[in-house]
């Protein structure tokens, strides 16, 4: 049996995009006046919005608070609850004199003054790293100088093709086949400290047919080794095959689904939303590989340039990401290769780089040199084509090779006109070392480092030599692993 095909995204039209503008006043703490505030919002969810049920959605705008804070890049989340809670529950992280500041609030609904308190919102004001409040105020929606344009904002969207992609792949594979081990995972890097997340949610079925568990882990990177690598466990627990979240993992308190990551494992605690973006799954491994797993093993990341937004507690501080650049990705398959390299790269302005380097355990295939599975995404194009040509070669000839090695490894390789050279370095003081079970009950280990430096160098061949299309160079924010079992 290969297991069951990945879900297909859904048909019918949903999602809700909204716009909203509330203005109000302030007091901050150590002031005797109130200042005018004015916070221009953008809503977007990936449910249809109804009214009776409770529905989370993304928030990015703009605040303004006279004489203190003009913040353009403003972030966040929204519960729309008007009936099921009774509440519209607002988040807002944005700068206030040059610090981290959240915004909470809620509007409190009430049947008996349904518009009042449906436009009335009091709010608290926190900086980051204090206790203490530092400000409260209330925002008013403005019925007749706002609703108009409110109502106006609205969209329904029809199926975002893209979107419902990854979307589907989060859905858990695992039918309660034996052997099988499925992974949701996801990186980070916070743009302010340089500092790197790591969120492991794994599920295995043993091969020998006992109940399947859920296990995971999380750890946070201190940027350039300055303290050592948090981590902490979590799990296992039983996983209920037929009692699945649809949408992702979610076992022992610990969630993993479109939009959102929370859980606690040990001194370390997480509640982050995430911003998918616009960009469509990239498929490290051939695209038919996710929908018939055929091979050994796949893997996939539905969001390669996601950003992060929300609140890491570990045990020596915490870590408070806006809009942290960051992918989550996806692996299913009979467990770890007896051999593998990993590397997730942002190369900025859109490009991204995701390679996986592997020895499979399959008898035959165990003896081959690493077989490479390599995706370029630069300037909206994927680069290699070919399915699995560019890992296997033709006519004996491998297009590309993995050097794999600690603290160094490198991946070079050429498709069509263009050729690759990729060189990781993971330094010992940024990495951490994990050891864990594969399905057939076989140890595994993982070295992984989410402060990792890379140095990427794209070259073109023209007029019979080879020239430099692009390069990159990441110091500390590349995502990358070793591994072998």
Not at 50 to 77: E, M, N, S
Request: net charge positive.
């Amino acid at each position: 049996m290969n297991g069951p095909r990945a879900p297909r995204a859904p048909r019918t039209p949903r999602g809700t995009v909204f716009a909203e503008t509330m203005t109000g006043t302030v007091r901050l703490s150590g002031e005797d006046r109130d200042r005018p505030v004015r916070m221009e919002l953008t809503v977007r969810s990936d449910r249809l919005l109804l009214p009776h049920r409770t529905t989370p959605a993304r928030v990015t705008g703009r605040l303004r608070i006279a004489g203190r804070a003009d913040d353009p890049a403003v972030t966040g989340t929204l519960e729309i609850s008007p009936l099921a809670r009774r509440r519209i529950h607002y988040r807002l992280e944005f700068t206030l004199d040059g610090r981290s500041c959240v915004l909470d609030g809620w509007k409190s609904v009430t049947p008996r003054h349904p518009l009042r308190s449906m436009t009335v919102l009091p709010f608290t004001l926190t900086l980051d790293g204090s206790p203490e409040p530092a400000g409260t105020g209330t925002l008013r929606f403005r019925t007749a100088t706002a609703l108009g344009p409110f109502l106006a904002s609205f969209r329904f969207p029809v199926r975002d093709k893209a979107r419902d992609e990854a979307r589907a792949q989060w859905a858990p594979r695992s039918g309660g086949a034996p052997g099988r081990t499925e992974v949701w995972y996801t990186t980070a890097t916070d743009p302010a400290t340089g500092a790197g997340l790591w969120l492991h949610h794994e599920v295995v079925t043993p091969a020998d047919g006992g109940g399947a568990h859920a296990h995971g882990w999380a750890a946070v990177f201190p940027a350039k080794g300055a303290e050592p690598v948090e981590h902490a466990r979590f799990g296992p627990v039983p996983w209920d095959a037929g009692a699945d979240v649809p949408d992702g993992f979610a076992a022992g308190g610990v969630e993993a689904v479109p939009g959102r990551l929370r859980g606690t494992a040990g001194t370390l605690s997480w509640d982050l939303t995430e911003d998918p973006g616009d960009a469509g799954p990239l498929y490290t491994f051939p695209r038919w590989s996710w929908r018939r797993p055929l091979l050994p093993a796949a893997q996939i990341v539905p969001s390669p340039r996601a950003h992060y937004t929300g609140r890491v507690r570990h045990g020596s501080g915490e870590l408070d990401l806006r809009r942290a650049p960051g992918a989550s990705a996806r692996i299913y398959g009979h467990g770890n290769a007896r051999r593998w390299a990993w590397l997730h790269a942002d190369l900025g302005g859109g490009d991204v780089l995701e390679i996986v380097a592997a020895v499979s355990t399959r008898p035959g295939l165990d003896r081959l040199p690493p077989l490479v599975f390599l995706r370029l995404r630069k300037d909206g194009r994927d680069w290699p084509r070919g399915g699995l040509r560019p890992a296997l070669g033709r006519a004996g000839l491998r297009r590309f090779t993995a050097d794999i090695g600690l603290p160094r490894w490198m991946v070079t390789g050429r498709a069509g006109g263009r050729r690759i050279t990729v060189r990781v370095t993971q330094h010992p003081e940024r990495t951490l070392t994990l050891d864990y079970a594969d399905p057939d009950g076989a140890p595994a280990v993982c070295r992984n480092s989410e402060t990792a430096d890379a140095h990427v160098l794209l070259e073109r061949r023209a007029a019979g030599r080879w020239r430099t299309e692009a390069e990159w160079t990441l110091d500390g924010t590349a995502h990358a692993e070793v591994g072998d079992r």
